[in-house]
């Protein structure tokens, strides 16, 4: 999945052209930014990649989907459904606008169960988040069909699945709203940055504003620029975003290489009866950033994942005991330990979450992630592909 593997000559020179003019920020300075607009350039290549209208990038993957919140209006009291298995960072966003998250179990694909997401909608219902964890997709169009029955907003948080596809569409853009993370590990870095791409001109025009203190960015003069409602600071600054234009013209060659190693391995695995893997939904098809495997029960994933580290395969992840994706170690989150006061409705809100998700726990104590990388040759690949399936017959 890392960008950062890719990081050369390319990158440099689209920085450079920022530190040749030093106009840092993406906003005004023209008469010295010698033509560059790095962050506005992203913009364009990531729309046109991702097939919308349009596209806003910002200061991380967080920020985007707080931006993407905020503008479809969401906020006080409001309840977005997420799923149990994601990073932190979705269930920060909701709350930072001030919505509910609801957390919802999930199935085979490692994201939303449309079921279960079915029985958690209320009334104060607003948005359905699906999670595109570790390469692949929840089942898009059974989320889209409930989103229309109780018409509520379709947002994909795509950080960890770019170059993804569901029905022939990039993830990101079968939604109302798709958000990316470009940090540092993310298979497009900016070192630090973020993208919402949307097909709405309503949500897009809102972002641009919300992302920049409620600017309306008309004209040059930001003293006489007006503010049609407020907002805060996500944006991007120039060097980011000329780190991201270099790899997003990357993306393509990464999916490819992506894909033949995940192949190499998952065929290894195959030799292994009582290895199952992570199921794709009919029409998706994933970025191959992660290969997802399931063993026969909590135990001997456990075993199997200990098996893996001592034979030298590296990045291989199981989520169920981590404290970032899984959220049963999230308890500064569920309780909302926080350094300021949240109102009694988010408070109470949030106490829903405190059940038990025992579809979630079935399908992530079993589960083992492995990064796959783009730097390893192909010897790498194959020796890696024998210790997996060595270590992993060791312990059956
Ligand atoms: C990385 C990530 C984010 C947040 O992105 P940042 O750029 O690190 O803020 C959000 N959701 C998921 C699933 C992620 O993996």
Redesign the pocket.
């Known amino acids: 999945m890392p960008g950062f593997e890719l990081f050369g000559a390319e990158e440099k020179k689209e920085v450079q052209d920022v530190l040749d003019n030093g106009v840092l920020m993406r906003y005004g300075f023209d008469g010295n930014r010698n033509g560059h607009h790095k962050a506005l350039e992203l913009e364009k290549d990531l729309a046109t990649r991702m097939q919308t209208k349009y596209a806003q990038v910002v200061s991380?993957?967080?920020s985007a989907?707080t931006v993407a919140l905020a503008s479809a209006g969401i906020g006080a009291g409001d309840e977005v459904i997420m799923p149990t298995f994601?990073?932190v960072?979705?269930f920060e966003a909701i709350l930072s606008v001030g919505a509910v998250p609801i957390l919802c179990d999930i199935d085979d694909t490692l994201t939303l169960d449309p079921k279960a997401v079915e029985a958690a909608i209320t009334k104060k219902t607003k948005v359905v988040m699906p999670?595109h964890?570790c390469g692949s997709m929840a089942d898009l169009d059974a989320l889209k069909t409930i989103c229309n029955k109780h018409n509520l907003i379709l947002l994909e948080?795509a950080?960890?699945a770019i170059g993804g596809t569901y029905s022939g569409k990039p993830l990101g853009s079968y939604g109302d709203l798709g958000c990316f993370?470009?940090?540092y590990v993310?298979t497009v870095t900016c070192g630090?940055g973020?993208g919402l791409i949307t097909n709405s001109e309503t949500y897009a025009d809102r972002a641009h504003k919300y992302q920049d203190h409620g600017h309306d960015h008309i004209g040059n003069d930001r003293g006489a620029e007006t503010h049609p409602f407020l907002g805060y600071n996500f944006r991007i600054s120039e060097l980011n975003a000329a780190v991201g234009i270099a790899q997003l013209r990357k993306l393509d060659h990464t999916l490819l290489i992506q894909e033949k190693n995940y192949t190499i391995l998952r065929e290894a695995l195959t030799s292994i009866p009582e290895v199952t893997f992570r199921r794709v939904p009919e029409k998706g098809v994933e970025s191959y950033a992660f290969l997802n495997i399931f063993l026969p029960n909590e135990e001997l994933a456990k075993k199997a994942h200990q098996a893996l580290g001592k034979q030298g395969v590296d990045a291989c992840f199981y989520w169920y005991d981590n404290n970032w994706h899984y959220y049963k170690k999230w308890k500064h989150l569920l309780e909302v330990k926080s350094l300021s006061k949240f109102s009694e409705e988010i408070q109470s809100g949030l106490r829903k979450n405190n059940r038990s998700f025992p579809d979630s726990d079935a399908w992530m104590s079993r589960t083992i992630s492995c990064l796959i990388k783009v730097g390893w040759t192909e010897d790498e690949v194959k020796k890696r592909a024998s210790n997996m399936v060595e270590a992993i017959k060791s312990i059956l």
Do not use: I, R, W
Request: with cysteine; glycine share 10%.
């Open positions: 991380s993957g967080t989907l994601t990073f960072a979705s999670v964890m948080d950080c960890q993370s470009f940090d993310k630090e973020g």
